[in-house]
Nanobody, 130 residues
Framework: EVQVVESGGGLVQTGGSLRLSCEATGFTFDDYVIAWFRQAPGKEREGVSCISNMDLSTNYVDSVKGRFTISSDSAKNTVYLQMNNLKPEDTAVYYC???????????????????????WGQGTQVTVSS
């Protein structure tokens, strides 16, 4: 059974940092892409970042480039999202997601957030105060 569990959210001031963790089990971790999405109140869900565990290629939405870093530790079945220089517009519930199939290293290309992600965590709240 696939399980996806996020942790690490919280309340920080503008300019602060947080590290989100996503532990994903129940499948061959190194063969899959894992992505972070976020959803703010009243807004559509947005793809934030993606890592292809087979080659460690990554991608980011433009608004977080240079501030967020995604990484993966296959020994722990965990993907991290280091978030620095946080802004109020980063406030959202952050979700970790695993796709339905082994799509290959899709994170290296645009459109990675349009693939079908079927396994989702419960989400972790990130609130950035101004």
């Amino acid at each position: 059974e696939v399980q996806v569990v996020e942790s690490g959210g919280g309340l920080v001031q503008t300019g602060g940092s947080l590290r989100l963790s996503c532990e994903a089990t129940g499948f061959t971790f190194d063969d899959y892409v894992i992505a972070w999405f976020r959803q703010a109140p009243g807004k559509e869900r947005e793809g934030v970042s993606c890592i292809s565990n087979m080659d460690l290629s990554t991608n980011y939405v433009d608004s977080v480039k240079g501030r967020f870093t995604i990484s993966s530790d296959s020994a722990k079945n965990t993907v991290y999202l280091q978030m620095n220089n946080l802004k109020p517009e980063d406030t959202a519930v952050y979700y970790c997601a695993v796709p339905s199939s082994q799509y290959g290293p899709i994170c290296a290309a645009t459109g990675w957030d349009g693939f079908i992600y079927t396994q989702w965590g419960q989400g972790t709240q990130v609130t950035v105060s101004s």
